[in-house]
């Protein structure tokens, strides 16, 4: 038997029927969710990742705090 923590993964974001902001590093939106132990958003260009959820969290609410991030005034 295969344990969930063994199949973490990389995943886009509308798999969750989501849609991720953009990097707030360099921008891109090359961005996918990491559904394992602990769920987070990385930019897989630049290699960021958001805020770490609780162990066993949904991976919606990883895509969830990645974009309630406040705008950046440029």
């Given at each position: 038997?295969?344990?969930?923590?063994?199949?973490?993964?990389?995943?886009?974001?509308?798999?969750?029927?989501?849609?991720?902001?953009?990097?707030?590093?360099?921008?891109?939106?090359?961005?996918?969710?990491?559904?394992?132990?602990?769920?987070?958003?990385?930019?897989m260009?630049c290699?960021?990742?958001?805020?770490?959820?609780?162990?066993?969290?949904?991976p919606?609410?990883?895509?969830?705090?990645?974009?309630?991030?406040?705008?950046?005034?440029?």
């Open positions: 038997m295969i344990s969930s923590f063994r199949t973490s993964h990389h995943v886009p974001p509308s798999v969750f029927g989501m849609e991720a902001r953009g990097c707030p590093f360099c921008g891109s939106t090359s961005v996918a969710v990491y559904a394992g132990f602990r769920n987070h958003v990385s930019c260009t290699g960021a990742d958001g805020p770490v959820g609780e162990r066993g969290a949904d919606r609410d990883a895509v969830a705090r990645w974009n309630s991030r406040p705008e950046v005034a440029e």
